[in-house]
C-alpha cells in the first residue's frame, strides 16, 4: 500500500526533474538575461538536488523508476541543448535547409551527410 506522503513525494520527484530542463526555455524575463554557463548550471544544480532526492526515496523503500526515466530524458535534452549551443553555425544552416524543403536523413543544405553530426 502507498502512502499519501510517499504519493506527495513522488509528484515532487517528478516535477523536478520535468522542472531541470525548464531553465532553458527561458520562460522568465529574468532567465532571459542568464549567461548560457549560468542556465547550463541551473539544470545541473536541479538534477543533482533529484538525484539526492531520488537516493532518499529508494532508501525508504520508495520506487523512483518514473523519476529515474525523467532524470534520463533531462539528461538526453541537455545534451542536444549543449550540441546546439556548440554548433551555431551547423544548426542555423540545418534549420535554413529544413525550412527550404530538403528532408532527413541525410540530406543537408550544407551537403554533410547526418550521420557526421
Request: hydrophobic share 45%; glycine share 10%.
Amino acid at each position: 500500500m502507498t502512502h499519501a506522503w510517499a504519493m506527495d513525494r513522488r509528484n515532487f520527484l517528478g516535477a523536478a526533474a520535468m522542472g531541470a530542463a525548464l531553465p532553458l526555455a527561458g520562460c522568465s524575463r529574468d532567465e532571459s538575461k542568464l549567461t548560457e554557463a549560468d542556465l547550463f548550471a541551473q539544470v545541473a544544480e536541479k538534477m543533482e538536488e533529484l538525484q539526492k532526492e531520488m537516493h532518499e526515496a529508494e532508501g525508504e523503500g520508495i520506487a523512483v523508476e518514473y523519476e529515474g526515466v525523467s532524470l534520463k530524458t533531462v539528461e538526453l535534452f541537455l545534451g542536444y541543448a549543449r550540441w546546439d549551443a556548440d554548433h551555431p553555425e551547423l544548426l542555423r544552416e540545418l534549420i535554413v535547409g529544413w525550412k527550404s524543403g530538403w528532408s532527413f536523413p541525410g540530406a543537408s543544405a550544407t551537403g554533410r551527410c547526418a550521420a557526421s553530426w
